[in-house]
């Protein structure tokens, strides 16, 4: 796979920000204890799916104190509609238990921290860090591990080496913003299936020779 240039990288984040200045997540949330709790329960979970689940949910949960006093049983009613539910509510029950012991009822704003507590991985503390904290992270899905290899923006043969590829390859003026613009590109223009580069506004720059021209 041939890698963009330095220049075509920077082409590639100054029309993605034109199209789109200021990117967030699609997930619903009203703070950051609710944002961590919506990362936790995505994992393979639509975004769509998620927010219908905490919908009800995040109106009067919103605080590790509250989620405790819910319950694992009520918390499974309110996102059984999601997978894994059960393991998800077990997991956010327990990590609101930590935040509660450890941590004042807040959410840390260290990698290390959020990776300890239970459900939480790399991937989950880079959106909250990203998000809810403005740290320049990069948290690799499936839609950014696709997309960076697919266009030659940041190859790698795994989620942890494309993350890496992607730190170091980006400019660091899009660096705030660039997780969000490459989940939203995935996911509705570099689609996995066929992706729709007579609408993309950087197929002339992006590497895929697989490219649609009509």
């Not at 049983?73 to 935040?99: P, Q």
């Not at 007579?198 to 720059?205: E, K, L, N, P």
Request: proline share 4%; aromatic share 6%; net charge positive.
């Amino acid at each position: 796979m041939a890698r963009m240039t330095k220049d075509e990288i920077e082409e590639f984040f100054r029309r993605l920000s034109t199209a789109n200045p200021n990117p967030t997540t699609e997930l619903n949330y009203t703070n950051v204890y609710t944002l961590l709790v919506a990362v936790v329960m995505s994992a393979q979970a639509t975004d769509v799916g998620v927010n219908k689940a905490t919908a009800e949910l995040f109106r009067t949960v919103d605080t590790p104190e509250k989620m405790v006093a819910l319950g694992e049983g009520a918390l499974i009613e309110h996102i059984r509609t999601i997978g894994l539910f059960r393991n998800k509510a077990k997991n956010v029950i327990a990590l609101s238990e930590k935040l509660i012991a450890g941590h004042g009822g807040e959410v840390p704003a260290e990698r290390a921290a959020l990776e300890a507590l239970p459900g939480v991985g790399r991937k989950t503390a880079n959106v909250v860090l990203n998000t809810a904290f403005g740290q320049s992270t990069m948290a690799v899905d499936t839609h950014i591990f696709r997309l960076s290899n697919r266009t030659g923006l940041a190859p790698g043969k795994d989620v942890r080496k494309v993350e890496d590829a992607l730190l170091r390859r980006v400019p660091e003026h899009y660096m705030r913003h660039a997780h969000h613009w490459l989940i939203l590109h995935g996911r509705y223009v570099c689609r996995a299936r066929k992706p729709d580069c007579m609408s993309c506004v950087v197929a002339d720059v992006c590497r895929y020779k697989g490219k649609a021209t009509h």
